[in-house]
Nanobody, 124 residues
Framework: QVQLVESGGGLVQAGGSLRLSCAASGRTFSRYAMGWFRRAPGQGREFVAAVSWSGGSTYYANSVKGRFTISRDNAKNTVYLQMNSLKPEDTAVYYC?????????????????WGQGTQVTVSS
């Protein structure tokens, strides 16, 4: 089992940037793909981005492609989500997730461990 702790959320104006971090412990971090999901008020959990075990492969939801960047530092057991050009529709609780495999996917069911989430609010 892996423990995940997100940080970096907050309130930002539209067009601004935030960087989310997710610190992992309890399992060999570098062996597994990692992902970010989000849940907006009144909606289900939505895939945002994923990165493979090495960082060599990344996937993004169409809604964030070109604005968000996922990366990882295996030496620090940390995955990041750099969010630029934020929009009010990006407002959500953002969750870090650890996959059960080394391969990055967009499938919610492939992720077995989840953080508690961090709130991101984008004002217009």
């Amino acid at each position: 089992q892996v423990q995940l702790v997100e940080s970096g959320g907050g309130l930002v104006q539209a067009g601004g940037s935030l960087r989310l971090s997710c610190a992992a412990s309890g399992r060999t971090f570098s062996r597994y793909a990692m992902g970010w999901f989000r849940r907006a008020p009144g909606q289900g959990r939505e895939f945002v981005a994923a990165v493979s075990w090495s960082g060599g492969s990344t996937y993004y939801a169409n809604s964030v492609k070109g604005r968000f960047t996922i990366s990882r530092d295996n030496a620090k057991n940390t995955v990041y989500l750099q969010m630029n050009s934020l929009k009010p529709e990006d407002t959500a609780v953002y969750y870090c997730a650890a996959s059960r495999s080394a391969i990055a996917t967009m499938n919610f069911a492939d992720f077995g461990s989840w953080g508690q989430g961090t709130q991101v609010t984008v004002s217009s």
